[in-house]
């Protein structure tokens, strides 16, 4: 029987008054494709920002490959193994593409101080591969800041998967993207991912998507999660149906 | 492509600086002195300007360059050390450890408060210096004609000597500085100016960064200000005050973040421009130099250098 990669236990945030997650526990094994869903301000985004250090919880505990990563930061966070990527694309606007890609490349190994020169051939070609692997090879020499909404996410993805991080967060990656585009971008999103080896976790607001790309789902409701299981299972379950996905689909 | 990151081919320009330096040789001795003190203020700005490319603004950078210009000034005149070869590692070593120091504070702040507090620390060393009657209170002190490595040059042959330390102790900072900018180090201070959030969730400590670059713009401008205590042979705590920074700030902004030579000439652009203009119209300097400013700023928001790189591509 193998361990959990990644469990939280019992987390919990509260801003102020606000109540924005509470007893969440959840365990995640290794290869997992899970999406995570619920109407704005349940609390989906506070979720990944307490496991990646950018908040810390006000309780519980965060686990990660069996060490306890409560408290550490985003820097740590990613060090040990944990990366993601943003509602809203966080890239270097003022770099080309190619050297976002560089950038994040040297920062998960090579922040020290040294005499060697950090933008190598080497490096250069890992990078252009990278940007192959998520189809934006074309785009490599212009400026990130210029690029439409949809492509900067690809691109803060892409980033998110430099050094093969073992779990990925991603925070509705297709928001922002048209809907005859979202399967497109899930395709050059979660292919290079899964090839890496990594467990991912998406938030996703699109039934079809969740369908099509996810072999788990967990529902936030008002900061606590309302179901969690296989995708038919919850997809159909009444509450989830009521609190979670509305009428429109029902 | 790579508009920002690339100084693979800066090197290139550190050599036409090394010429120019080996011509300014043999100019006339006042255009001479100009090019010299010039170079050593310039490695000042050149501090200031990689702060710039973490998107900070230090307002006391004149805090290192006293710093070691006082290092070199108290060995020589109090302690009678007056070889290079021990006062210039020396002036390094004060500004490295002062700002090893401050940097563990500063690399906390951005913004305005960097540049408030940068000001504040320096207009504190002002402070304290001004206090100081046996170290010449405003006027300073002078300092005795120094050693080469055990070699006295006479009378006549000083300028060439200081002329000659100082060109080679420049052109060590700026290859220093560009190895520096393509380490991981260096080339992430963009990424700092840019997106600290996103650097971090990339594995990198912003804080960090900031404080190494802070301790790197110290040792610089420390071994300027050890440069210029040696050329002008007097200290004083001018070299403090928040003008002296402004014009280091001055210049890196004139020259901007492309290449680490482009501080050190646009230093010396600056005297030329001085020099003739008080010549021409003493009255008309600032407004000279404001419009000068101005016009930077307006039509070349990335530098003087922004001409070269433009002619590059
Ligand atoms: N930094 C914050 N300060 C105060 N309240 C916050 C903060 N971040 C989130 N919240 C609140 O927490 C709740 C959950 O927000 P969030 O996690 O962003 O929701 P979701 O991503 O599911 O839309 C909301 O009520 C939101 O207003
Ligand atoms: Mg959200």
């Known amino acids: ?250 | 492509m790579m508009p920002t990151l690339d100084f693979r081919r800066d090197h290139l320009f550190v050599a036409v600086l090394a010429l120019l330096v080996i011509v300014g040789f043999f100019l006339p001795s006042w255009m001479r002195f100009l090019i010299q003190t010039a170079m050593a203020s310039g490695l000042v700005a050149l501090g200031v300007m990689l702060q710039m490319r973490a998107g900070l603004v230090s307002f006391g950078q004149g805090l290192f360059f006293c710093i070691g210009g006082y290092a070199v000034g108290l060995l020589a005149a109090k302690a009678g050390i007056t070889d290079v070869a021990l006062l210039l590692p020396a002036a390094a070593l004060a500004a490295l450890v002062i700002g090893l120091v401050l940097g563990l504070l500063l690399s906390r702040y951005r913004e305005i408060f960097y540049a408030m507090l940068t000001l504040a620390v320096s207009m504190i060393l002002y402070g304290l210096l001004v206090k100081a009657a046996s170290l010449g209170s405003t006027d300073g002190f002078n300092i005795p004609a120094v050693s080469y490595f055990g070699f006295v040059p006479d009378q006549a042959a000083r300028p060439d000597w200081s002329y000659a330390l100082t060109g080679v102790v420049v052109l060590a900072g700026c290859l220093g500085a560009l190895a520096y900018l393509r380490s991981g180090a260096g080339a992430m201070l963009d990424a700092v100016r840019e997106n600290e959030i996103r650097l971090s969730y990339l594995g990198t400590s912003p804080r960090v960064l900031v404080f190494v670059v802070y301790a790197v713009a110290a040792v610089l401008s420390g071994l300027g200000g050890g440069l210029w205590a040696i050329s002008s042979g007097h200290v004083d705590p001018e070299m403090t005050y928040w003008t002296t920074s402004g014009q280091f700030v001055f210049v890196a902004l004139l020259a901007g973040r492309g290449s680490v030579v482009a501080p050190v000439m646009a230093y010396f652009l600056l005297e030329l421009l001085r020099t003739y203009a008080l010549d021409i119209a003493p009255n008309a300097w600032q407004l000279i130099l404001g419009s000068a400013m101005l016009a930077v700023i307006v039509l070349l928001p990335r530098g003087l250098w922004s001409l070269v790189a433009r002619a590059r591509t």
Do not use: C, W
Request: avoid cysteine.
């Open chain 1, 1 to 250: 029987m193998s361990a959990p990669l990644f469990r939280t236990i019992g987390l919990e945030k509260t801003f102020g008054g606000v109540v924005a997650a509470k007893d969440i526990s959840i365990d995640v094994m290794s290869g997992e494709r899970i999406a995570i869903i619920g109407s704005n301000g349940a609390g989906k985004t506070t979720f990944v920002n307490m496991v990646t250090g950018y908040l810390t919880p006000s309780a519980g505990q965060i686990l990660f490959d069996g060490h306890d990563i409560t408290g550490l930061d985003p820097r740590q966070t990613a060090q040990a193994g944990i990366r993601r990527s943003f509602q809203i694309a966080q890239v270097f606007a003022e770099m080309t593409v190619l050297e976002n890609m560089l950038i994040a490349l040297i920062a998960g190994q090579d922040g020290r101080p040294s005499a060697r020169a950090a933008i190598t051939p080497e490096r250069i070609d890992i990078a252009r591969s990278a940007l192959d692997r998520f189809g934006l090879s074309v785009i490599a020499d212009t400026p990130a800041g210029t690029l439409p909404q949809g492509t900067r996410k690809q691109l803060d993805i892409a980033m998110a998967a430099v050094g093969d991080p073992r779990l990925v967060l991603l925070d509705e990656p297709t928001s922002g993207v048209s809907a005859d585009e979202k399967m497109a971008m899930m395709d050059t999103a979660i292919a290079p991912l899964d090839a890496s080896g990594a467990t991912i976790l998406f938030i996703e607001h699109d039934m079809d998507v969740v369908r099509r790309y996810a072999d788990r789902v967990i529902a936030f409701y008002e900061g606590t999660v309302l179901a969690d299981g296989n995708v038919a299972v919850v997809l159909e379950d009444e509450k989830v149906r009521k609190y979670v996905i509305g009428d429109s689909h029902a």
